[in-house]
């Protein structure tokens, strides 16, 4: 679906990126590569559940909720007392009906810091809509943030 990710993975290796594949990020915890570590930072770029749906109905909006909520909730067992976890989302409608930082407070995490989306961070990154009739689609940044929550 996305032609270029092998050249992306290859030269996010080499700056020393660790990737783990077939990860279910709402049971992070189930992931024997993760489980038993603590990491000081944990990034999750845009997630989506990735059905070929309009975002604006409910069930889609609600099984994005049950994504960030799964991941939320196993990635603050995976970060120090100090860590943080950022997850970068848009939030111009139908995405602000994902309430993430509701989902957050929800498992006593605090929102450190809201920024835009930091693209100079990731100098090979592109983002790409779930499309089947044009894998190759993106998307705006500019309604993008990236929230950063720590443990309350």
């Given at each position: 679906m996305f032609p270029d990710v092998l050249h992306h993975i290859r030269e996010s290796v080499r700056r020393g990126v660790k990737f783990y594949f077939n990860v279910n990020a709402a049971k992070l915890l189930e992931n024997a590569h993760l489980n038993g570590t603590l990491y000081y930072?944990?990034?999750?770029?845009?997630?989506?559940?990735?059905?070929?749906?309009?975002?604006?109905?409910?069930w889609v909006i609600r099984s994005n909720q049950k994504l960030i909520d799964g991941f939320l909730k196993n990635a603050k067992q995976l970060i120090t007392e100090n860590g943080e976890i950022h997850i970068s989302?848009?939030?111009?409608?139908?995405?602000?009906?994902?309430?993430?930082?509701?989902?957050?407070?929800?498992?006593?995490?605090?929102?450190?810091?809201?920024?835009?989306?930091?693209?100079?961070?990731?100098?090979?990154?592109?983002?790409?809509?779930?499309?089947?009739?044009d894998p190759n689609a993106t998307?705006?940044?500019?309604?993008t943030v990236t929230y950063i929550f720590g443990k309350a």
């Open positions: 930072c944990i990034v999750f770029n845009r997630p989506h559940v990735g059905v070929h749906r309009k975002d604006t109905e409910d989302v848009k939030t111009n409608p139908p995405y602000n009906r994902w309430e993430v930082e509701d989902i957050a407070k929800s498992h006593r995490l605090v929102t450190l810091k809201t920024v835009r989306f930091p693209l100079w961070e990731y100098p090979y990154y592109e983002n790409k809509k779930a499309s089947k009739a998307f705006c940044n500019k309604c």
